[in-house]
């Protein structure tokens, strides 16, 4: 039998950043899977001297590697520069954010009785973050919404092709075409024209504010959600709201080349160095990578390690409850691994 070690850059970020990358790696090392770690440091002392958000070590080691684990990283206030995350997906076309919202076992939120259970697909690459803006008189701003159909067609196709693979049953596409006829309109027929193409599964449509409001009442009814770029921003924060938060939440931006998986909350600078950052969203985050590696029973045992030691509530970290460290955290997930 060969063992295969794989390639990733490992962006650890600042603040709480480096504390839960070093858990995620202690985690990941421990299912087994040899990963070729290969860290590239970005935070916002290197954006401000770099003078770029991506600089070219960044780029090189992604590059390299076609797959990248990162954490928080700040963007420099003040500075006019890009969102790094931004960055990264057009650098990398990185055109769709896969975000799973699920409930974890033990973890008390306002849907106790309910189990959620649900992916996000957002279309990652243009919309209003086309980022084309401009005054045409004073105090008069600009900016243009940009959708296109090689770009709805393709995030329609792959989350229709997700839920055909993972065996889920339902797709809603969640849009403002009543509104926006035209643009919102164009993505719309972009996926009903993939949803012809899978009988199987079940499609509908949502306006956006509605869609809104149904996940907040009935967030156990969805399954996938189908969404371009600024709702879709918008809605993940909502859906990972109802689970407990941006910091029990993976993500994923996948591109058909290369792939990033994220945890999406902030840098925290409060608690950095206080050992009680809670690596959970980085550690699912690399589940998900260890998924697209084809490192399927180690993704499914690191998962279960962290849904076995939130059922037991003994060693949770501060912000889900609990009074153990990053540390006591991570070493709870890795004796829970098999």
Same mark, same amino acid.
């Given at each position: 039998?060969?063992? *295969?070690?794989?390639?990733?850059?490992?962006?650890?970020?600042?603040?709480?950043?480096?504390? *839960?990358?070093?858990?995620?790696?202690?985690?990941?090392?421990?299912?087994?899977?040899?990963?070729?770690?290969?860290? %590239?440091?970005?935070?916002?002392? #290197? #954006?401000?001297?770099?003078?770029?958000?991506?600089? =070219?070590? *960044?780029?090189?080691?992604?590059?390299?590697?076609?797959?990248?684990?990162?954490?928080?990283?700040?963007?420099?206030?003040?500075?006019?520069?890009?969102?790094?995350?931004?960055?990264?997906?057009?650098?990398?076309?990185?055109?769709?954010?896969?975000?799973?919202?699920?409930?974890?076992?033990?973890?008390?939120?306002?849907?106790?009785?309910?189990?959620?259970?649900? *992916?996000?697909?957002?279309?990652?690459?243009?919309?209003?973050?086309?980022?084309?803006?401009?005054?045409?008189?004073?105090?008069?701003?600009?900016?243009?919404?940009?959708?296109?159909?090689?770009?709805?067609?393709?995030?329609?196709?792959?989350?229709?092709?997700?839920?055909?693979?993972?065996?889920?049953?339902?797709?809603?596409?969640?849009?403002?075409?009543?509104?926006?006829?035209?643009?919102?309109?164009?993505?719309?027929?972009?996926?009903?024209?993939?949803?012809?193409?899978?009988?199987?599964?079940?499609?509908?449509?949502?306006?956006?504010?509605?869609?809104?409001?149904?996940?907040? #009442?009935?967030?156990?009814?969805?399954?996938?959600?189908?969404?371009?770029?600024?709702?879709?921003?918008?809605?993940?924060?909502?859906?990972?709201?109802?689970?407990?938060?941006?910091?029990?939440?993976?993500?994923?931006?996948?591109?058909?080349?290369?792939?990033?998986?994220?945890?999406?909350?902030?840098?925290? =600078?409060?608690?950095?160095?206080?050992?009680?950052?809670?690596?959970? %969203?980085?550690?699912?985050?690399?589940?998900?990578?260890?998924?697209?590696?084809?490192?399927?029973?180690?993704?499914?045992?690191?998962?279960? %390690? #962290?849904?076995?030691?939130?059922?037991?509530?003994?060693?949770?970290?501060?912000?889900?409850?609990?009074?153990?460290?990053?540390?006591?955290?991570?070493?709870?997930?890795?004796?829970?691994?098999?």
């Amino acid at each position: 039998m060969v063992n *295969v070690s794989y390639p990733v850059t490992l962006i650890p970020g600042d603040g709480i950043g480096p504390e *839960v990358a070093e858990a995620t790696v202690r985690a990941v090392n421990a299912t087994g899977v040899s990963i070729d770690w290969q860290r %590239a440091d970005l935070n916002a002392s #290197i #954006i401000s001297k770099a003078g770029q958000v991506l600089p =070219p070590h *960044v780029i090189e080691s992604l590059e390299r590697t076609h797959v990248g684990l990162k954490g928080p990283v700040t963007t420099p206030i003040a500075g006019g520069f890009q969102s790094v995350n931004v960055a990264l997906r057009k650098q990398f076309d990185l055109y769709a954010n896969v975000r799973p919202v699920c409930s974890l076992p033990g973890l008390k939120t306002r849907f106790d009785d309910v189990k959620i259970d649900m *992916v996000i697909f957002r279309e990652n690459t243009e919309d209003l973050y086309s980022g084309l803006e401009h005054e045409v008189v004073k105090d008069v701003v600009t900016s243009l919404k940009v959708i296109t159909r090689a770009a709805s067609i393709r995030i329609a196709e792959y989350a229709f092709a997700f839920a055909k693979n993972s065996g889920r049953k339902k797709v809603a596409a969640i849009h403002k075409a009543n509104i926006m006829k035209l643009a919102d309109g164009l993505f719309l027929r972009c996926c009903r024209e993939v949803a012809a193409r899978f009988p199987d599964i079940e499609y509908k449509e949502l306006i956006v504010d509605n869609a809104s409001l149904q996940l907040v #009442i009935r967030p156990e009814t969805f399954d996938i959600l189908l969404l371009p770029n600024l709702y879709g921003d918008i809605v993940s924060d909502l859906a990972a709201g109802l689970v407990g938060g941006l910091g029990v939440v993976p993500g994923a931006n996948m591109g058909d080349r290369d792939a990033v998986f994220e945890a999406v909350h902030g840098s925290a =600078p409060d608690i950095a160095g206080k050992g009680i950052a809670n690596p959970t %969203a980085l550690i699912l985050s690399s589940a998900l990578m260890l998924l697209h590696l084809g490192e399927r029973d180690a993704a499914k045992r690191l998962r279960g %390690a #962290i849904e076995r030691v939130y059922a037991e509530q003994k060693h949770l970290p501060p912000d889900v409850g609990g009074n153990a460290s990053t540390g006591e955290f991570t070493d709870a997930v890795i004796a829970n691994l098999n």
